[in-house]
């Protein structure tokens, strides 16, 4: 029987209290201190229970079988509480006096019949779901080079899809998209939305998601949560959940009351620990069914021993269960990115072909392991100087052993160029020497960011009348800092900034002991001044958007 089986599915407390609730008539509050909870947070001990699918699906069940003996209907409720307010019902002594507590045990025995009305129609919705024919999105709404990929994936010829591609190239919006789809075809099929970093999720693949289903007229049909972040496809419960690599129990944890997770994507691929992470995830979250999609989505590192470029060379050549598809912003509509985006393209293109072929076009054009290529290292004059009036200055804090580092630069907009004219590179020094040497030299002139993990070192310049605040950071910060320096020239005067010099040019990723490059940006490495050119200019990373 039905009943049985769900009864093993109840701890035996829930089923206690799910028959005292039944058999009071509706009384949760008192099922509940029946069923033996302590009086400590009942009410809220309440909600939870009657927010239990479990124990609703059991006393919706319980409620059908006994409906034709012992409870009265709706309607037969409705018209009983309609003669109460007539005054046409009295009790055994033909007086009013007792019929609040007859009204009382009505209301609660309607609260009960619709729990198990709501519970039947949302079988029925549910039903209607997997009954219904196969759901294909609008392809108007995908760029059509990912056309070919998606029919790919409605005829199940592969289960790993690989998307390296350029700024601009709608691979995290077509992959948002395609999961929409295999949701709504694949009714016992959850999904699992992964970051680096937990808290970079909110405002990026979780509002990519959500752009999806608005962009597909879906809305009705989905909800959304923020504690935990989910998206659940309402007509059957499946959901989309989304998690940070950096709290692996968190993925271990994800238990689907139905099905299993058979949708996993990785976005932001090169910003995981390496392959072993990956299939590591994989192996932990991809349990249970036998078909299963994993897709991967990453603008492509400059240096092409990367972890990340390096798996998907071999992904395409050693695995025929994978497709790899590089995708540009050339192969999506112009209008759908906008003009100042095309602007900005080709004016990299002009300036720095290079940085443009990595950025916009998703090439792997770096052939070493040091993190800053473009490098412009000549004497920077005095009359070049003259002429600058965009000056950023940063500040990373330090004593001893780390140093004390103050740059001073200047941004060429134009040309893409930063060009390093002073520093200051100190061990043991207080803050009032620091700020005396900066008003000595005039660097007082502009506003200077600086480390925000010493809020009293930033008062102390404030105090001595300089222009100063502290860096925002967040999420990825340090991330996007990195990618938005390595696409700059960087123009270095060895006489003005010997220790810039040696910081920068020396400064490389790390190597596994095979000699491949590690994913990540070095750690352990003097970066100081990189440190600080990083808060100078954090006001234009900090404008990132969607990098797909």
């Not at 599915?9 to 509706?26: M, R, S, V």
């Not at 968190?250 to 099905?259: A, L, R």
């Not at 002429?387 to 740059?407: E, H, N, S, T």
Request: aromatic residues 12%; glycine residues 8%.
């Amino acid at each position: 029987m039905q009943q049985d089986r769900l009864t093993g599915k109840l701890k035996p407390q829930y089923k206690t209290f799910a028959d005292n609730y039944i058999e009071n008539g509706g009384n949760m509050t008192k099922a509940a201190r029946d069923a033996g909870y302590a009086e400590k947070g009942l009410n809220k001990r309440v909600g939870r229970l009657m927010a239990n699918e479990g124990i609703k699906e059991y006393i919706a069940c319980r409620q059908q079988e006994i409906d034709s003996q012992r409870i009265c209907s709706l309607k037969e409720i409705q018209e009983f509480r309609s003669r109460v307010v007539r005054g046409e019902e009295k009790d055994q002594f033909e007086l009013d006096a007792a019929l609040t507590e007859r009204l009382k045990a009505a209301n609660d025995l309607e609260k009960a019949l619709k729990i198990k009305e709501e519970e039947e129609e949302r079988h029925r919705i549910a039903e209607a779901a997997r009954n219904a024919g196969t759901w294909h999105m609008d392809l108007d709404i995908i760029a059509d080079g990912f056309h070919p990929i998606i029919r790919d994936i409605r005829n199940r010829k592969h289960s790993e899809y690989d998307f390296p591609g350029g700024r601009g190239s709608t691979k995290s919006s077509s992959v948002s998209c395609i999961i929409i789809e295999l949701i709504k075809n694949n009714s016992d099929m959850h999904a699992l939305v992964l970051r680096k970093v937990g808290n970079t999720i909110r405002d990026s693949v979780y509002a990519q998601l959500k752009w999806a289903i608005q962009k597909m007229g879906l809305e009705e049909e989905f909800e959304y949560k923020t504690s935990p972040l989910e998206i659940i496809y309402r007509p059957t419960g499946q959901k989309i959940y989304f998690r940070g690599a950096d709290d692996p129990l968190k993925i271990k944890s994800i238990k689907p009351e139905f099905g299993y997770i058979g949708i996993i994507w990785f976005e932001e691929l090169d910003q995981f620990a390496g392959p072993e992470e990956i299939r590591s995830i994989e192996q932990s979250a991809i349990r249970g069914g036998d078909v299963a999609y994993k897709f991967k989505s990453f603008n492509p590192p400059k240096s092409k021993n990367n972890w990340a470029n390096e798996y998907v060379a071999e992904t395409e050549r050693d695995n025929p269960d994978a497709v790899v598809y590089r995708s540009t912003y050339k192969d999506v509509p112009p209008e759908w990115l906008g003009q100042k985006f095309i602007d900005d393209a080709e004016h990299l293109r002009k300036i720095n072909p290079e940085a443009y072929e990595n950025e916009y076009d998703g090439v792997a054009n770096g052939s070493g392991g040091n993190v800053f290529e473009y490098l412009e290292l000549r004497e920077i004059t005095d009359e070049e100087i003259s002429r600058m009036d965009r000056i950023y200055q940063g500040v990373d804090w330090g004593w001893y052993p780390d140093k004390y580092a103050f740059i001073r630069s200047y941004y060429d907009s134009h040309h893409e160029k930063i060009y390093l004219i002073d520093e200051n590179y100190v061990n043991k020094t207080p803050n009032k020497k620091t700020a005396e040497w900066i008003i000595k030299y005039g660097y007082d002139d502009y506003l200077i960011t600086c480390d925000s993990n010493e809020n009293k070192s930033v008062n102390d310049y404030r105090d001595m009348g300089i222009l100063a605040r502290a860096a925002i950071k967040g999420p990825g910060s340090v991330e996007y800092g990195f990618k938005w320096l390595q696409g700059k020239t960087i123009v270095i005067d060895r006489r003005r900034t010997p220790n810039a010099y040696n910081e920068i040019t020396k400064y490389e990723y790390a190597r596994d002991k095979d000699g491949n490059v590690m994913s990540g940006y070095p750690e352990g490495q003097e970066d100081h001044i990189i440190a600080a050119l990083r808060y100078a200019y954090e006001d234009f990373f900090n404008r990132r958007g969607n990098s797909a």
